[in-house]
């Protein structure tokens, strides 16, 4: 009985192991990343024209990491305390980045976007 149980349990450790390494691993996405990677955008931000190539990149980049409902929210949260932090940011320009970047973002960038409605 106790061999038996041993096996077992041995089974169960491997299928543990097995799914533990075929999951997708999911990143949390931090405040920090999200300022450092629109960062670029701040001339446009303030400014308007075309946005920088390491901009959109940043911005591509973040666009990326929304893959869950809590990494958008995380990311939502980020953008609206920053941008109330940079003076001269227009919300214009920011609703209009992804545009502009050619990326088709999840939400749309606006101080009155509710972030806790995402999904």
């Known amino acids: 009985m106790a061999a038996m149980l041993a096996k077992v349990s041995c089974v169960v450790m491997f299928l543990a192991v097995l799914v533990a390494l075929w999951s997708p691993e999911v990143e949390a996405v931090t405040c920090g990343e999200v300022v450092s990677a629109v960062a670029p955008c701040l001339g446009y931000l303030r400014n308007g024209g075309a946005p920088p190539r390491v901009c959109c990149d940043g911005a591509r980049g973040i666009r990326n990491k929304a893959r869950t409902t809590a990494a958008r929210k995380t990311i939502c949260n980020c953008l609206k305390s ?31 976007t509710d972030c806790n409605r995402i999904q």
């Open 82 to 112: 920053v941008s109330s932090s940079y003076r001269g940011v227009s919300g214009n320009y920011a609703a209009s980045l992804p545009g502009k970047c050619g990326i088709n973002f999840p939400y749309k960038i606006s101080p009155s």
